[in-house]
């Protein structure tokens, strides 16, 4: 069956780093468009960044760029985020996703790994 398993997440200072890591399984990952996203206490979730399937293209959220990467390995069917210069307002849980498609919403969601960054 599908899973998406997220590791990586943790508790850190301000102004550390941690990298996260989705390792996918079930189904074709290069054809899926790969996403992060993550949602704090009391908000939604919001999208943080997606990397096409074969990793020419990355979008990021206004709030993380030029802090965070994401990347994938098509043959180890991982996408990762790495995340500098963390601040108390990147404190949430982190999904991963796939998409199947260019546009709309994601098909598949992992569990969710907890990040903390302590001011």
């Known amino acids: 069956q599908v899973q998406l398993v997220e590791s990586g997440g943790g508790l850190v200072q301000a102004g550390g780093s941690l990298r996260l890591s989705c390792t996918a399984s079930?189904?074709?990952?290069?054809?899926?468009?790969m996403g992060w996203f993550r949602q704090a206490p009391g908000k939604e979730r919001e999208f943080v960044a997606s990397v096409t399937t074969m990793g020419y293209t990355v979008r990021y959220a206004d709030s993380v760029k030029g802090r965070f990467t994401i990347s994938r390995d098509n043959v180890k069917n991982t996408v990762t985020l790495q995340m500098n210069s963390l601040k108390p307002e990147d404190t949430a849980v982190y999904y991963c996703a796939a998409r199947l498609g260019q546009y709309g919403s994601y098909d598949y969601w992992g569990q969710g790994t907890q990040v903390s960054v302590a001011s």
């Open positions: 079930g189904f074709t990952f290069n054809r899926y468009v």
